[in-house]
């Protein structure tokens, strides 16, 4: 996000699941108002993910570039997969 922030004066929309965990992300927005809006939202709540639409909606009516971050590389049971190789379907349930 710092780099997207420091090459485009567009706004930016950065959704985010917990305060706890978006600090960093709460900070540079509150430094950049104007280009930064920050979104909390559970990707896994379709109402939520539907409130997001909505709320990029009112501010533009075109996207340029989405970066979807959606979930984890890792637990305390499986590390990141290295290659295709390493993929386990049932660790993706």
Do not use: W
Request: overall charge negative; hydrophobic content about 35%; charged content about 25%.
């Amino acid at each position: 996000m710092k780099q997207l922030l420091s090459q485009a004066p567009q706004k930016n929309f950065a959704a985010y699941r917990s305060t706890e965990t978006a600090k960093e992300l709460l900070d540079l927005a509150s430094n950049n108002p104007q280009v930064l809006i920050p979104i909390l939202a559970e990707s896994t709540l379709e109402e939520d993910v539907s409130n997001v639409s909505k709320m990029v909606s009112r501010e533009t009516n075109k996207l340029d570039l989405v970066i979807n971050c959606v979930g984890y590389l890792h637990n305390a049971e499986h590390g990141p997969e290295k290659n295709l190789r390493e993929i386990n379907a049932n660790q993706l349930k």
